[in-house]
C-alpha cells in the first residue's frame, strides 16, 4: 500500500491551496486518513484527519482554516487549506490507516506518504 501526496510549494500568506493523498495498492479497507506536518525544528504533529463515518479531528492551530475530507471511492483525502500563515509552513505528511489484504490474508497498516513542502512567504 501506498500514499502519493500532491499539491503544496509556495503559498502567499493568505493563500488557499489544497493537499490531495491517494492511496494505492492491495486495500480491503481504509479507516482513517489525514495529514501531519513537521517545521523546522519541531515534533512532527496533528493537522487534520477524518475518519470512518466522516469524523473529523482537528488541530487547534488549524481550526476554522483548515478542511480535511475524503473521497472513499477514490481512496483519497484533501486537505483544503485557508488563510495560510507564516506559521504554517512545514512538510505535511499524509498518513492512513489501511486494512491491507494479500492472497485472502487481512492486516492493518499504518502507512506513511513522501511529504510535500508547504512554504507561506510573501
Known amino acids: 500500500v501506498q500514499l502519493q501526496a500532491s499539491g503544496g510549494g509556495l503559498v502567499q500568506p493568505g493563500g488557499s491551496p489544497r493537499l490531495s493523498c491517494a492511496a494505492s495498492?492491495?486495500?480491503?479497507?481504509?479507516?482513517?486518513m489525514g495529514w501531519y506536518r513537521q517545521a523546522p525544528g519541531k515534533q512532527r504533529e496533528l493537522v487534520a484527519t477524518v475518519a470512518s463515518g466522516d469524523f473529523t479531528n482537528y488541530a487547534d492551530s488549524v481550526k476554522g482554516r483548515f478542511t480535511v475530507s475524503r473521497d472513499n471511492a477514490k481512496n483519497t483525502a484533501y486537505l483544503q487549506m485557508n488563510s495560510l500563515k507564516p506559521e504554517d509552513t512545514a512538510v505535511y505528511y499524509c498518513?492512513?490507516?489501511?486494512?491491507?489484504?494479500?492472497?485472502?490474508?487481512?492486516?492493518?497498516?499504518?502507512?506513511w506518504g513522501q511529504g510535500t513542502q508547504v512554504t507561506v512567504s510573501s
Open positions: 495498492g492491495s486495500i480491503f479497507s481504509i479507516n482513517d
Open positions: 498518513t492512513a490507516g489501511v486494512v491491507a489484504t494479500t492472497d485472502g490474508a487481512y492486516r492493518y497498516l499504518r502507512v
